[in-house]
């Protein structure tokens, strides 16, 4: 008994693909490249403050010529990113402003008079979720709100 083969346009149409798809062959990782994130490898670890364009310099200086990017690119296929100190936004030895409490001898004997906000949050997968809640003081109500997208 013979079987018979499905054309290949018939298989990509059924399987849903496109037919290069079919017939693409991925070319390996060369030797040179290869090489190349052993060298990236070891000189990070040597020195790991170096950013893409020293190691491309380095490279160049063994016999590598690669550009800035190519550097880039394996130093993030390979999960290394350079060690350097982040931006300190606040500033040394200065005070923080200190806001009058205007609350402090207040009585509220009614609704609306005092409200409370919170504004917290919350990391997630994709980013941070914001939850914001409003209480009013004197009946304990509370409101939150959680935007749709942040």
Do not use: F
């Not at 054309?7 to 059924?14: E, F, K, N, Q, T």
């Not at 491309?56 to 390979?78: F, S, V």
């Amino acid at each position: 008994m013979k079987t018979k083969e499905l054309p290949v346009s018939v298989g990509a149409r059924l399987l849903g693909i496109n037919r290069t798809s079919i017939y693409y062959q991925g070319k390996g990782i060369s030797a040179e490249e290869l090489a190349c994130k052993a060298i990236i490898d070891h000189l990070h670890t040597d020195h790991p403050t170096w950013g893409s364009r020293q190691m491309a310099a380095q490279l160049k200086l063994r016999g590598y010529h690669i550009g800035r990017r190519k550097a880039r690119r394996y130093m993030n296929e390979m999960g290394i990113h350079p060690i350097y100190p982040k931006m300190n936004l606040s500033k040394r030895m200065q005070q923080a402003k200190v806001c009058p409490y205007l609350l402090r001898n207040a009585v509220i004997d009614k609704p609306n008079q005092a409200w409370s906000i919170d504004i917290t949050y919350i990391p997630i997968r994709r980013g941070y979720l914001y939850l914001t809640a409003v209480i009013d003081w004197y009946s304990v109500n509370g409101k939150y709100s959680v935007p749709r997208k942040s």
